[in-house]
């Protein structure tokens, strides 16, 4: 019986849904493309590790006066080295220098980041190579000119028919044998981990960089790993103590490091991530109570336009319980349907998103299951003013009217 | 049957109060045809819409088969227009967008009866009343007498005791008018109450028994 009026007044039916579909499918599709993003920054940062701290050379200070994190190494190998033996929880530890530089083969040439490494790199930065080799202890000590290079540079410079490894490359100038291919790790956030280039660090300090620290071979970070992520606090800890002595600092506050935590970082991102989803998609339910709106405002209008209908239903036998439920009904009709159009549109909307913009393609069930009953519930809140209203009319007064 | 006692409706227009009714008494048998005449604002429709329990009466009580219907809440006179009485209107009140058939199934729906039942209930219905080739049609495709005997058989679906009538020939030329008193007629030798509310002499004549209201009073309820 509902479902008749509105099948009679389809264009109005259905630019009423529309309200619902909008509202639905933004609340859906937002939450649905939220989750992909935030899940695909989860991998990205846990691919890295969650089990690794990150030193990084921190504000060195002249004269009082802060030159800025990373402005001048304070950092050493040599600091590394003592962390690794003198760290007892740390397991794995890994100095790099970094630098954007030019790369050159035969007539290809790109601008890529630089690494200088150590062996102890695959490990803790849990990258490995495809094919070919890392560098060898030897190779490290002797700052032999071998380079490994990750998929991006590989597809950069050369032909895909080509083999790298056993191929020559300049590095601003430098001749390096390429000893081995990185495998893909896939971009985090804005930085390609895939365009690089890893050399000895002994290479790139002498060679790319020129050794500039008075105290040992400087580097930009040193990554720390320990048997798991509970170890994490300790290590911080011992670590601390480590470059403290060792650079003879007195309080923490003038520490000329800063350790971080991958973990630490993804919570924080995730945090963000998911307070920025919440906004959106609060943004998005203001669409849905637009819809709301809409649909009472045609009940009420239908309503009145059938005012007499309803007085006839009433002679004939209908309590105000059956007209009440009668419009709830109608009411309800038109968002659920709308709804489950909203959903549909909105997983559809996620699913070209996600395929675009490269993210996992994610709907949950609790988003589908909360666009249900939102839309339910907008319908039956919607229509409860019209449908008492209809309920209440007198009969002959509702006869009377034309 | 019916028994009036000394029903009163009053209307309250601003200050002013209008007397509709004014203490009428009546009492209509089980199985009459009686017709109730009036000029215009006599109160005559006022008098039906109460009888019909469409409307409740000022002051006054009104049996139904010795039950006392004044007392009654909205449900339970809902229950009574639905199972008790059948109704007839001068526009026919037929649901515009509904074919005839599922017009004549709509008591039915609110007397809780199952739909497999509904429908050749409905047919039959619509089959009496000489419309078994009309059933898919709305009331815009039918004629005047068509659409009054689609209510006429809508009136009847739930086979009540009385029927009542609002000027029912109100609309109709005398051809189609005959033929709607016919079927009251026939309708009344099957037993069923038959009360015509109507302004026409003519239609009045082939009734019964005639009640003359005027002012608010039943002037004469004996003819």
Redesign the interface.
């Given at each position: 019986?509902a479902l008749?009026?509105l099948w009679?007044n389809k264009l109005r039916s259905s630019l009423t849904m529309l309200g619902v579909i909008i509202g639905i499918g933004s609340v859906i599709s937002l939450t649905s493309i939220g989750q992909g993003i935030q899940k695909s920054t989860e991998d990205n940062i846990r691919s890295l590790g969650t089990d690794v701290l990150q030193v990084m050379a921190g504000a060195a200070e002249s004269g009082g006066i802060s030159q800025g994190q990373g402005s001048v190494s304070t950092l050493t190998w040599e600091d590394a080295q003592a962390i690794a033996e003198q760290a007892p929880s740390a397991t794995t530890v890994s100095a790099y220098l970094q630098r954007q530089a030019q790369v050159v083969y035969g007539e290809e040439n790109t601008s890529t980041t630089v690494y200088g490494t150590d062996l102890a790199h695959p490990d803790a930065r849990n990258t490995f190579p495809e094919s070919g080799r890392f560098f060898t202890q030897e190779e490290l000590t002797v700052a032999d000119s071998v380079a490994v290079i990750a998929p991006t540079v590989q597809d950069n410079l050369f032909p895909p028919n080509v083999d790298p490894i056993g191929e020559t490359i300049r590095i601003q100038g430098e001749i390096y044998n390429v000893i081995g291919v990185m495998e893909e790790k896939g971009s985090q956030g804005p930085q390609d981990r895939d365009d690089a280039v890893y050399i000895p660090l002994t290479s790139m300090s002498a060679r790319i960089i020129g050794n500039n620290s008075l105290m040992g071979v400087s580097v930009n970070g040193i990554y720390i790993k320990g048997e798991n992520e509970d170890q994490l606090e300790t290590i911080k800890f011992q670590v601390e103590n480590i470059l403290r002595l060792r650079h003879g600092i007195a309080t923490p506050s003038d520490d000329d490091f800063q350790i971080t935590n991958q973990a630490d970082i993804l919570e924080t991102l995730t945090t963000i991530l998911g307070l920025l989803t919440t906004m959106i998609v609060a943004i998005a339910g203001i669409s849905l109570i637009v819809g709301g709106i809409g649909i009472a405002n045609i009940m009420l209008v239908s309503v009145v336009e059938r005012t007499?209908?309803i007085?006839?239903?009433?002679?004939?036998?209908?309590?105000?319980?059956?007209i009440l439920s009668q419009f709830l009904t109608e009411s309800i009709v038109i968002s659920v349907i709308g709804g489950s159009i909203g959903i549909v549109t909105g997983v559809g909307i996620t699913l070209i998103a996600a395929t675009a913009f490269g993210f996992p393609f994610i709907v949950s069930t609790s988003a589908v299951v909360v666009g249900f009953v939102l839309s339910t519930s907008v319908g039956l809140v919607a229509g409860v003013i019209p449908a008492r209203n209809a309920a209440k009319l007198d009969?002959?007064v509702a006869?009377r009217s034309d | 049957m019916i028994t009036l006692e000394n029903i009163t409706k009053t209307y309250q227009l601003g200050d002013m109060e209008v007397p509709i009714l004014r203490g009428i008494d009546l009492q209509i048998d089980a199985s009459e045809y009686v017709s109730i005449m009036g000029a215009s604002g006599s109160g005559k429709s006022t008098l039906m819409n109460i009888m019909g329990c469409l409307d409740q009466p000022t002051a006054g009580r009104y049996y139904l088969d010795d039950r006392e219907l004044t007392t009654l809440n909205k449900d339970e006179l809902a229950y009574i227009r639905n199972q008790q009485i059948g109704f007839g209107f001068q526009q026919c009140n037929l649901l515009p967008r509904a074919t005839a058939l599922e017009n004549v199934i709509l008591p039915m729906v609110y007397a809780g009866i199952p739909k497999s039942e509904r429908r050749t209930r409905a047919e039959a219905a619509l089959t009496h009343v000489g419309l078994s080739d009309r059933m898919a049609n709305r009331p815009s495709q039918l004629s005047g007498g068509q659409q009054q005997r689609v209510a006429i058989a809508r009136a009847l679906v739930n086979q009540p005791a009385i029927l009542l009538a609002d000027e029912p020939t109100g609309a109709l030329d005398t051809h189609t008018s005959q033929e709607v008193m016919n079927l009251f007629h026939e309708l009344n030798e099957q037993a069923i109450t038959v009360i015509v509310i109507t302004h026409e002499t003519e239609v009045a004549a082939q009734t019964k028994r005639r009640i003359r209201i005027q002012d608010g009073q039943i002037v004469d309820a004996s003819s």
């Open positions: 019986m008749e009026a009679s007499r209908e007085g006839i239903r009433k002679a004939l036998g209908a309590t105000e319980r059956d009969p002959i006869l | -």
